[in-house]
């Protein structure tokens, strides 16, 4: 896989070894989705150290884990010696049965040595459970980070919502982590480089179906087009990504039906919900459940809650709505045609993208798209420098407004955003925008209401709109490559 972007990411994961700290021994937790490039960041990160590197393995029992950990130590042994090391060997390995004792195994390979040690996939070598955390903390602190030149500890997992609670929060790593490293998405920009010689409009249709995430472009980039390539990966029984939603949602809940039911739920209702209507869908009761149930799917990116710019983060008003693009283009359009490609018809995506329900489509993401980039977004404005609050407006079910800035120095930047396939935009958007800006300015009548319109393609815009004085600067997806 080509590597593309994580330029801070890499930096951050590189000052743990450059010697540049006071310490000779650390620890980072690295977290996100599957398939959004933590592997490959920590292998250019460390390409050129002595690197232990261990994965754990899906749905196996504890036993099971701490055997495919003697193995995989066993196999790296022998390849950084070429021969079979009698360390490994012996009754110690064929005796581990917990995990202290696995871990101890580790102390003659860093003894002396400056070595970065990785445990992929964390949360299944732990059965999601915290007692390998506590007995690697033990060996740590007693043994391996006092035997070792330097050395660092890389704890790394797909499933957010345990390493937050379970590794970054526990009781037995408190104040010992160095690096908590979120991945996520890759930017516009970074999925522009990543597509090479891909235009503008093949790029954004890509971004919106696909996201950011680097193993999906990189299986895109060298198709004859966007849609011939989404076709085949997407809409062919033997395609890369017919399948991807089972591996992704299984990898990260299991067959928790839950989870699977506010999915489908937010795909009904998408354009968000109040938690009390996921409640009411689920029919379980308000309580601890659904809110470990909300912060799963949030913590692993699969959704995002959108409190209103002018409340309190534990508002009540907070709306859910699915953040991967992805997932939302499986379930519109993927799943709902399963048998038809099973079936191996083959015009399936074709008559997709002829109709009303794919533009609607893109028009959603592209909202998502402006929403979730709303700090890149002021920083095209020129306020990114000043304090300032986002998100959704609404106000007695009289106005919704997406997005807009609630900022430090008596400015509100509302913004209007408008998705057209290979139509203009309407002339009614400056009717709908005087709307909103007549009432804003009942509420907030010390504040100047500054407009901002946001569209995928100046091809869209009206020349009326262009001179039209009601937007203080209108801003396309192109903006986003500054």
């Not at 029984?237 to 949602?249: H, P, S, V």
Request: aromatic share 12%; glycine share 6%; hydrophobic share 40%.
């Amino acid at each position: 896989m080509k590597f593309i972007g994580r330029e801070k990411e890499l930096s951050c994961l590189l000052s743990l070894t450059d010697g540049s700290k006071n310490k000779t021994d650390h620890i980072a937790v690295i977290y996100g989705r599957r398939r959004i490039g933590k592997s490959e960041l920590i292998r250019q990160a460390f390409k050129n150290k002595f690197l232990l590197y261990f994965e754990g393995v899906e749905n196996q029992s504890k036993g099971r884990q701490i055997e495919h950990f003697l193995l995989q130590l066993q196999e790296q042994i022998n390849e950084q010696t070429h021969t079979k090391t009698q360390n490994y060997n012996n009754n110690d390995s064929k005796t581990a049965k917990s995990w202290a004792k696995a871990l101890l195994l580790l102390k003659p390979v860093v003894k002396g040595k400056k070595v970065v040690i990785v445990f992929d996939e964390f949360q299944w070598m732990a059965n999601y459970r915290s007692e390998l955390v506590s007995e690697l903390k033990m060996v740590w602190e007693l043994y391996l980070s006092k035997m070792a030149k330097s050395i660092t500890l890389i704890l790394c997992g797909s499933i957010a919502s345990f390493m937050i609670k379970k590794v970054v929060n526990s009781s037995a790593l408190y104040g010992r982590i160095d690096l908590e490293l979120p991945i996520k998405e890759l930017a516009a920009i970074e999925a522009n480089q990543l597509l090479g010689n891909k235009g503008r409009s093949e790029l954004f249709e890509a971004y919106m179906l696909l996201g950011g995430v680097p193993f999906y472009l990189n299986l895109i980039k060298d198709k004859s087009s966007i849609r011939i390539g989404i076709d085949d990966l997407c809409f062919r029984r033997e395609g890369a990504l017919f399948n991807e939603y089972k591996k992704i949602f299984l990898g990260h809940f299991g067959k928790n039906p839950h989870y699977q039911k506010i999915l489908s739920t937010l795909i009904q209702r998408p354009y968000s919900l109040l938690r009390t209507d996921i409640i009411d869908a689920l029919q379980v009761e308000a309580g601890g459940e659904i809110s470990k149930y909300l912060f799963d799917l949030e913590s692993a990116g699969l959704i995002m809650g959108l409190t209103p710019v002018d409340k309190g983060e534990n508002s009540k008003l907070t709306r859910y709505m699915i953040a991967d693009p992805f997932i939302s283009f499986h379930q519109s359009f993927i799943d709902p045609n399963k048998k038809k490609i099973e079936l191996g018809i083959e015009t399936v995506f074709k008559t997709i993208t002829s109709g009303p329900k794919y533009y609607s489509f893109l028009g959603r993401m592209f909202e998502l798209f402006c929403i979730k980039n709303a700090k890149k977004l002021s920083s095209i404005l020129g306020f990114s420098d000043v304090e300032f609050n986002y998100g959704p407006f609404y106000h007695h079910k009289k106005i919704q407004i997406d997005l807009m800035y609630l900022r430090k120095d008596n400015v509100i930047t509302m913004v209007e955003i408008k998705y057209c396939g290979y139509k203009q935009i309407s002339l009614a958007v400056i009717k709908e925008v005087e709307k909103k800006v007549d009432y804003l300015r009942k509420i907030f009548p010390s504040k100047t209401i500054q407009t901002i319109l946001v569209v995928n393609s100046n091809d869209v815009l009206p020349k009326s709109i262009l001179s039209n004085n009601i937007f203080y600067k209108v801003i396309h997806f192109d903006n986003f490559f500054i």
